[in-house]
Nanobody, 122 residues
Framework: QVQLAESGGGLVQAGDSLRLSCKAS????????KAWFRQKSGHEREFVAS???????NYADSVKGRFTISVDNAKNTVHLQMNSLKVEDTAVYYCAAQAVGSPVLRSSYGYWGQGTQVTVSS
């Protein structure tokens, strides 16, 4: 079993940076694909970024060049560095782990955190 806990969300202005963290319990975490998804108000949860156990990464087109996913296996933590934030990045951000299948699909993941709110003002 793996439990995930996100932190680092908050209210920032457009153009600012924010770093999200997801702390995991369980030794198996390091072998899983990890990802960040987000859910905007009134929308479906959408893929943001993923990193596989070998380090291969995927990003949504909307965040490429602005967001960076990284993992600290020693601390069982995955981060999402978000730069040049835009108003449209406002959402609840969720950490996920253990992809079975495509890493960009919500249905691939078995473990989810509770989410952290990111609000970007103009």
């Amino acid at each position: 079993q793996v439990q995930l806990a996100e932190s680092g969300g908050g209210l920032v202005q457009a153009g600012d940076s924010l770093r999200l963290s997801c702390k995991a319990s369980g030794r198996a975490f390091k072998n899983y694909t990890k990802a960040w998804f987000r859910q905007k108000s009134g929308h479906e949860r959408e893929f943001v970024a993923s990193i596989g156990w070998s380090g291969n990464m995927n990003y949504a087109d909307s965040v490429k060049g602005r967001f960076t996913i990284s993992v600290d296996n020693a601390k069982n933590t995955v981060h999402l560095q978000m730069n040049s934030l835009k108003v449209e990045d406002t959402a609840v951000y969720y950490c996920a782990a253990q992809a079975v299948g495509s890493p960009v699909l919500r249905s691939s993941y078995g473990y989810w955190g509770q989410g952290t709110q990111v609000t970007v003002s103009s």
